[in-house]
C-alpha cells in the first residue's frame, strides 16, 4: 500500500498530470515562474485535504497493525467494590495471565471517579453514562431486587405490593437504602418506608443475614444472582421493580488506543457477556 501511494505521489508530481489534474479540476494548483514554484490557495487548501486523507489512512493501519502488537504496559482499571471483587478482579488476573507484559493497578470504588483526572484507562460503570467525553460499549444490564430466604417467606408470608413491607424487618444497606426502597408502579416511583434490626455498609455482609433468614434485603440483581440459582434466596415483588441500570466498559476517546487497553476491553467484553446479572 504504502509503495502504491509513493508511486501515485511521484506521478503527480509530473508537470503533464499537474497540468492533467489542475485542468479537471478547473483550477490552478501552483503559480510557476522561472525562478520559482509556490502553492495557490487552492493549492494550499488541496494539499491539506490530501495530508488529511494520508494521515486518515496512516492512522487506519496504524489501528490494524496494534491489533496484532503483543500488549505490553501498564493499565488502570476501576470498577464497583463488590462487582469488581466477584467479576472484575478474577477476568483481570486471566487477563494478566494471559498477557504478562501487562501490569495492572485495580482500583475498586463504589465513587464515580474521573477517569481523564485519574489517569484510568478503563473503567466498569453501572448506572447510565452522562460524560460525552467518554466511550461506553454496554455489556449487560442489572436491577435493583427485594429478596428473601425461604425460611423467611415461609415464616411470614410473601408480600403482594411494596407496602406489605411496612412493619416487616428489612436488612439495610447503604447501596439498597436505609430508610425508603423504592419501586415503579403504574410508571411512576414509589418510595416505602422500611424499618429493621440491622444496618450494614456492605452489600455482601446483608445479603449473608438475608439468606441466613434475618428479613428481607434489596440489592442489585448481581449481588444476589448466584443465591437465586441455588435457592438460598426467593426474589419477590418482580413486578414493581424499576427500570434495568446499563453495565458498560467506559474509556476515553482516543484516535488510536493502546494495544493493552484495545485488548483488555475486548476481554472484558468476553468476560462479563457470560456473568449472570437479571
Known sequence: MRIELAMLIRHLCSDHTLTALEAELDVRLLNRTTRRIALTDEGRGYLDSCRQIL?????????????????????????????????????????LQAHPAVSCRLVLSDSVVNLWEEGIDVGIRISPLEDSTLVAQTVGAIRRVVVASPSWLAAHGTPAHPRDLTGQNCIRSRGGGLTHWRFREAGREIAVPV?????????????????????????????????????RLVRVLAAFEGPARPVSIVYPHAHLLPSRTRAFVEWMKRELAAVPML
Do not use: I, K, M, W
Not at 488502570?76 to 467479576?87: D, E, I
Not at 455482609?205 to 441455588?230: M, N, P, R
Open 195 to 231: 424499618d429493621g434490626n440491622l444496618e450494614v455498609n456492605h452489600s455482601l455482609t446483608a445479603v449473608e443475614a438475608c439468606a441466613a433468614g434475618l428479613g428481607f434485603g434489596c440489592f442489585l440483581s448481581y449481588q444476589v444472582a448466584a443465591y437465586l440459582a441455588d435457592g
Open 55 to 95: 494521515g486518515a489512512l496512516a492512522e487506519a493501519e496504524g489501528r490494524l497493525a496494534a491489533r496484532h502488537e503483543a500488549p505490553s504496559g501498564r493499565l488502570v482499571v476501576t470498577a464497583p467494590v463488590l462487582f469488581g471483587q466477584l467479576h472484575v478482579a478474577p477476568a483481570v488476573t486471566r487477563f
